[in-house]
């Protein structure tokens, strides 16, 4: 592999990304939510990539397209052998970027369309993931879609409902799947050697550090906790202040006693967003009665993460009680911190330093399947640089020539991978 080969690499994966974009359910922004029509297409697109590249192609319960690519002497159509996972995820939050999650799936079907046209085999299978679920975007649900995968989907996420009413078992018949056959997705444990995913780092740490790529060590667990808050509907014009009960004013309070408890606590990296909010009846000359928004709440560790949330819970109370409002709290996602494997995390330290790259190796405070993944095996992931640490956010970015080396440092990682390595 040369100069060449990763500038090659990048200047296919820019214009495959440039592809997924396009596909979007808004004509001016990118915003490609879980099992809509347009995930659907992009799944369709991936699809037709990975057959392109050499690999057999599967959907499953949730819409996860699966390319498998076959180890050195595999009968075609043979499933149950020990696989390499290679993923990352095609859905969107909403005004994305067109790297998040994208660029991990490109870059596996690269490496295997590298190892195609090179008619390398290994001594075991890879499937490339594409999961749909990663943002949580749309359901009350995060990270669904690798769940079911790691066989750690849980049936209580069927009924729940997205903006407009439509609950996900509902969503799936809609794209055409079968909520019945979730439990058939789930890999068995001996099939999985690992997972691995490429991923822009959506932080500052290694531009600051001048390295193209970095490994990563843990990913930050993960709240999301709706509040709904109850107050009293009222004229807007006679209800005198003192005698209100606006749910609005009160959730306000709640968002502001968020952020000062996870600034209380930077040893803990913890961080708190409140980034959606419905307000009812939603008049401008009607005092709200009912507010519910979702506390998106991490940290580096588990125990600061619950003690905060302990916290939150406490203070809320508090808080509609003084305005003559009630508070409830349901937590929809909590999601562990992950360690990455170190055996894997060697691994892709070599594959940097073979390419004459430094490896940095960096906390993720972002989410990812890997969190779901780890339930099923040990898990590993590679950060591309990204211009500002900026995500979520239409300006992302990340270069050429940065998603070249990812990719050569994919191909470089598959082939030094050894599960003996494992124990
Ligand atoms: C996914 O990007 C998340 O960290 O919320
Ligand atoms: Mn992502
Ligand atoms: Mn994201």
Not at 69 to 76: I, L
Not at 166 to 191: F, H, N, S, T, W
Request: proline share 5%; glycine share 8%; with cysteine.
């Amino acid at each position: 592999m040369d100069g060449p080969d990763i500038e090659r690499f990048g200047a296919r994966a820019e214009a495959m990304l440039e592809e997924l974009a396009a596909i979007s359910e808004e004509p001016d922004r990118l915003t490609r939510r879980f099992l809509t029509p347009e995930h659907k297409r992009a799944a369709h697109l991936v699809g037709q990539w990975m057959a392109e590249a050499g690999m057999s192609v599967a959907e499953d319960a949730l819409g996860t397209v699966r390319g498998h690519y076959g180890r050195e002497g595999e009968a075609a159509g043979s499933n149950a052998v020990p696989r390499l996972l290679i993923g990352s995820h095609i859905d969107t939050v909403i005004n994305a970027g067109k790297y998040d999650g994208m660029l991990g799936v490109v870059a596996g079907i690269l490496a295997i369309e590298h190892f195609r046209d090179r008619n390398q085999r290994f001594g075991f299978a890879i499937d490339v993931l594409a999961f749909g679920d990663e943002e949580g975007s749309r359901f009350p649900t995060v990270l669904s879609s690798s769940a079911a995968v790691a066989g750690a989907f849980e049936d209580r996420w069927l009924p729940g409902l997205d903006v407009d009413g439509i609950a996900l078992d509902q969503a799936m018949r809609d794209y055409g799947l079968d909520p019945q056959a979730v439990a058939a997705a789930a890999l068995p444990r001996e099939e999985a050697l690992a997972y691995v995913e490429v991923h822009i780092e959506q932080g500052p740490v290694l531009e600051h550090q001048d390295a193209p790529l970095g490994v990563v060590t843990s990913i930050a667990g993960q709240f999301r906790t709706r509040v709904t808050v109850r107050g009293m509907a009222g004229h807007a014009g006679t209800v005198p202040m003192a005698m209100r009960q606006d749910a609005l004013v009160a959730a306000s309070e709640m968002v502001i006693s968020a952020e000062a408890i996870a600034r209380a606590h930077p040893e803990a990296a913890m961080v708190a967003t409140v980034g959606t909010m419905k307000v009812m009846p939603g008049a401008a000359n009607v005092v709200p009665d009912i507010v519910e928004f979702v506390l998106d709440l991490r940290a580096s560790s588990d125990p600061p993460r619950f003690k905060a949330l302990a916290e939150f819970t406490h203070r809320v109370e508090k808080i509609a009680a003084a305005r003559g409002c009630t508070v409830t709290l349901e937590t929809y996602h909590d999601c562990a911190t992950a360690a990455c494997a170190p055996w894997l995390q060697d691994g892709f330290a070599r594959s940097l330093e073979t390419l004459g790259l430094p490896a940095p190796r960096l906390v993720s405070g972002a989410g990812h399947d890997g969190q779901a993944m780890s339930k099923l095996t040990d898990f590993a992931m590679l950060f591309v640089r990204c211009k500002g640490g900026i995500s979520h956010n239409p300006v992302e970015f990340a270069s050429v020539r940065d998603m070249g080396l990812a990719v050569a440092a994919l191909i470089r990682f598959i082939e030094d991978f050894d599960p003996a390595r494992r124990h």
